[in-house]
């Protein structure tokens, strides 16, 4: 089955105290994930981001396996992000506009990662910018044909952003197909 899963997170509306606390952080990481915060790598990045992040990638792989397994429940402790790696010289990403989009991510910084759930394993590409953290995974490393869009939403609504970001996503594939007729139904699950 061809997939994808993805997540946005919108750094701003977070709350950081809340995510700092072990009370909320601990139903997110595990204790090994945990310690992955303790490598190196991570010295420059806030711990509130570094638990968004590991939640975008959770999220992202339970999108993938929910296709697959429609009665597949969403508890970030039960998915595992076993690895994430940070570019030597990495920097946070900088949105200049209110749009942004590319094919792959080789011309971009990403972390890149790998999760699992069950004996399902996929892999991440994520971009952090000061703003949003935005995971992708895949079955596979390669991320060349995967397409990835941003855009700014002026409202906080949620079916307001749910009907925004669709209609970002079918002008994108009628482009793609060359079709004006394409509609994104949801899925019952």
């Excluded at 809340?18 to 601990?26: A, I, L, M, P």
């Excluded at 993938?64 to 009665?71: A, K, V």
């Excluded at 570019?87 to 590319?102: A, H, I, L, N, S």
Aim: net charge neutral; hydrophobic share 40%; aromatic share 12%.
């Amino acid at each position: 089955m061809l997939s994808t899963g993805n997540d946005i997170v919108s750094l701003n509306a977070v709350n950081k105290t809340r995510t700092k606390q072990s009370v909320f952080y601990s139903k997110v990481l595990s204790h090994t994930e945990k310690k992955l915060f303790d490598k190196t790598e991570f010295k420059n990045m806030p711990f509130e981001n570094f638990v968004w992040l590991l939640w975008s990638v959770k999220e992202s792989v339970y999108k993938y396996l929910q296709r697959i397994m429609p009665d597949l429940l969403f508890s970030p402790i039960k998915f595992t992000v076993n690895d994430v790696q940070i570019p030597v010289r990495y920097k946070v990403t900088t949105f200049d506009t209110t749009q942004t989009e590319g094919l792959g991510f080789n011309n971009m910084t990403v972390l890149k990662g790998s999760a699992t759930y069950g004996s399902d394993t996929l892999y991440s590409s994520s971009i952090m910018s000061d703003e949003l953290i935005l995971s992708v995974v895949n079955h596979k490393e390669n991320f060349e044909n995967v397409g990835w869009g941003v855009k700014l939403i002026e409202k906080n609504d949620p079916d307001y952003q749910s009907a925004a970001v669709r209609e970002f996503l079918i002008k994108k594939l009628n482009i793609l197909f060359g079709t004006d007729d394409l509609a994104i139904c949801k899925n019952p699950h």
